[in-house]
C-alpha cells in the first residue's frame, strides 16, 4: 500500500465532484476517472484523518465485484487504464486507486438490500415491527437473517447530510415505476449472487447498498462502488448466532468507536481517531478485501 491520499489534486483533469471518499474528474464527455481517497466517514460526518491504504481495497473490491457481477446488470467499469488519462506526474496519485468508468446519469436514490437485522434496521425492528415500511414477523433478534432479504431505498442526501429511509411507492414517484422496478429486481438479484459466493467463503453479508445510474440508452446500471466495506456490514459466519452482534469487516468498528466518546453529537467536526483505531479499522479492511477475493 502506498502512502496514504486525503485529497486528489490533479491538474490534467477537470473536477466534477469530490464526495465523501471519491472524486470524479471529466475525461472527455462520456468518461469519469474516480479516484478512491483513503478518508472514511461515519454518520455522514467525514473523519479528519485517512486510513491508510483504504482507497486502494476499495478501488480492488469493487473492480473484484464488478467482475463476478457483470452478467446481473451493466456496470459503468471501463477497461481503460487510470494511469493513461492524467500526466504523467500524477500517475502515483490514481495508481491503484481509480477507475475509468462510463459517464451516467445518476439515479437519486439508493438501493440497500437487508439480509440479516442490524444496525438502524434493528432499532427500526424494536420500535415499529417492521424495517422501513417492510413488516417483518415477531420474535426476531438482532442479527436474526431475514426470511428473505428486502430491499429498502433511501435518498441519496448531499454531502454533509443524511440520507432518509423512504417507501418504494416514494422511489417510484422519483424515479418512475419502471426504472424502481428494474433497480428493485437488480438490486435483490446482485445482493443474492454476492450472499452466495460470500457464504462459500464463510462470510456473511448482512446489508448493503447500491447505486444506480442510467446510459444514454436509459438502461439502469450499476454504478459508483460496489459491495465494500464502505458500502457493506461483512461478518464472519463461524461467529455468527442471533441475539448478539458478530464482529464485522466494516465500519462498524469506527461507529462503535465513536458512539463511545462522550458528548460527541454525531456532527462536524468528528473526534480525534487514535492511531490504534485507525490501524484496527485499516486491518478490518484488509481482511474483508483477502476473505473474499483471494
Request: a negative charge; charged letters at 25%; one cysteine or more.
Amino acid at each position: 500500500m502506498t502512502s496514504a491520499l486525503l485529497q486528489s489534486s490533479l491538474h490534467s483533469l477537470p473536477l466534477l465532484s469530490r464526495g465523501k471518499v471519491r472524486e470524479n474528474y471529466a475525461v472527455g464527455a462520456d468518461r469519469l476517472l474516480m479516484v478512491a481517497t483513503d478518508r472514511i466517514s461515519a454518520f455522514d460526518v467525514i473523519m479528519v484523518e485517512p486510513i491508510p491504504g483504504k482507497g486502494e481495497i476499495l478501488t480492488r473490491m469493487a473492480r473484484f465485484w464488478f467482475g463476478l457481477l457483470h452478467d446481473v446488470v451493466p456496470n459503468h467499469l471501463l477497461p481503460d487504464d487510470p494511469e493513461s488519462v492524467v500526466a504523467a506526474d500524477e500517475r502515483e496519485q490514481v495508481r491503484g486507486r481509480a477507475m475509468v468508468v462510463k459517464r451516467l446519469k445518476p439515479l437519486p436514490v439508493e438501493a440497500v438490500v437487508r439480509g440479516y437485522l442490524a444496525g438502524s434496521g434493528w432499532k427500526d425492528y424494536q420500535a415499529t415491527g417492521a424495517v422501513c415500511g417492510v413488516k417483518l414477523p415477531a420474535g426476531l433478534k438482532l442479527a436474526s437473517r431475514l426470511p428473505e432479504p428486502i430491499f429498502t431505498p433511501a435518498t441519496k442526501a448531499e454531502l454533509g447530510a443524511h440520507d432518509e429511509n423512504i417507501s418504494f411507492s416514494q422511489m417510484a414517484a422519483t424515479v418512475g415505476t419502471e426504472v424502481a422496478l428494474q433497480v428493485h429486481d437488480a438490486s435483490l438479484a446482485l445482493y443474492q449472487r454476492a450472499a452466495d459466493y460470500a457464504a462459500a467463503r464463510g462470510m456473511l453479508i448482512a446489508d448493503t447498498k447500491f447505486e444506480f445510474g442510467l446510459d444514454e440508452h436509459g438502461v439502469v446500471t450499476l454504478m459508483d462502488e460496489v459491495l465494500t466495506p464502505d458500502s457493506s456490514r461483512f461478518w464472519p459466519a463461524d461467529t455468527w448466532a442471533e441475539g448478539a452482534s458478530p464482529p464485522s469487516f466494516d465500519k462498524q468498528f469506527l461507529r462503535d468507536w465513536l458512539e463511545s466518546v462522550p458528548g460527541w453529537n454525531k456532527q462536524a467536526p468528528a473526534p480525534t481517531l487514535p492511531a490504534d483505531i485507525i490501524a484496527k479499522t485499516a486491518e478490518r479492511y484488509r481482511e474483508a478485501l483477502q476473505r473474499l477475493t483471494a
